[in-house]
T-cell receptor
Framework: NAGVTQTPKFQVLKTGQSMTLQCAQD?????MSWYRQDPGMGLRLIHY???????DQGEVPNGYNVSRSTTEDFPLRLLSAAPSQTSVYFC?????????????FGSGTRLTVV | AQKITQTQPGMFVQEKEAVTLDCTYD???????LFWYKQPSSGEMIFLIY??????QNATEGRYSLNFQKARKSANLVISASQLGDSAMYFC??????????????FGDGTTLTVKP
């Protein structure tokens, strides 16, 4: 089925460890983004991309890196995990411009840093 | 900088009645898009409805409609004939562009809707 695939769904890390959250979409969407959602709160933008080779920082980029070498993939790397990064992470993609459709979201990754 | 404000942390509605969820936005761009998403307790994010800043008519998608008042910078979501399955958190979001902010969406803090039987 077409959509956004995020892996893993759950992850527990120790403080200081690094890891990569994977995100892939098969809809040929130009835009891709990573958000984090803390309990009871809205989504905050970490990094986003408007096309392969183009990325930019969002509202809360510190401690995270991204790259976009292909249209399909947009991995998020945690450099040195901290308890403050405990959150649910969503990857999302969409067409560029304002076609009448919003983001398609992945199912989320629930990350706990101990 | 773009900003979305949802002033209702929680709302209750009786089954089969209509409910309006408020959203105001702030932007200096003339071209932007407004979106509403639903997040059930299972956690997934579901796109509901879109309104472009140049659209003259309010968007509708089934039981969802967007009451767009451009001069007041408001984009309220109206759900008609509420169902128990509508109980969820609802997020308003905006994306500016084209330009330097293209591709970047800002979300409000959400409104938790509870539908009573």
């Amino acid at each position: 089925n077409a959509g956004v695939t995020q892996t893993p769904k759950f992850q527990v890390l120790k403080t200081g460890q690094s890891m990569t959250l994977q995100c892939a979409q098969d809809m040929n969407h130009e835009y891709m983004s990573w958000y984090r959602q803390d309990p009871g709160m809205g989504l905050r933008l970490i990094h986003y991309s408007v096309g392969a080779g183009i990325t930019d920082q969002g509202e809360v980029p510190n401690g995270y890196n991204v790259s976009r070498s292909t249209t399909e993939d947009f991995p998020l790397r945690l450099l040195s995990a901290a308890p403050s990064q405990t959150s649910v992470y969503f990857c999302a993609s969409s067409y560029s411009g304002f076609r009448p459709g919003g983001y398609t979201f992945g199912s989320g990754t629930r990350l706990t840093v101990v | 900088a773009q900003k979305i404000t949802q002033t209702q942390p929680g709302m209750f509605v009786q089954e089969k009645e209509a409910v309006t969820l408020d959203c105001t936005y702030d932007t200096s761009d003339q071209s932007y898009g407004l979106f509403w998403y639903k997040q059930p307790s299972s956690g997934e994010m579901i796109f509901l409805i879109y309104q472009g800043s140049y659209d003259e008519q309010n968007a509708t998608e089934g039981r969802y409609s967007l009451n767009f008042q451009k001069a007041r910078k408001s984009a309220n979501l109206v759900i008609s004939a509420s169902q128990l399955g509508d109980s969820a958190m609802y997020f308003c979001a905006m994306r500016e562009g084209p330009g330097t902010n293209a591709g970047k969406s800002t979300f409000g803090d959400g409104t938790t809707l509870t539908v009573k039987p």
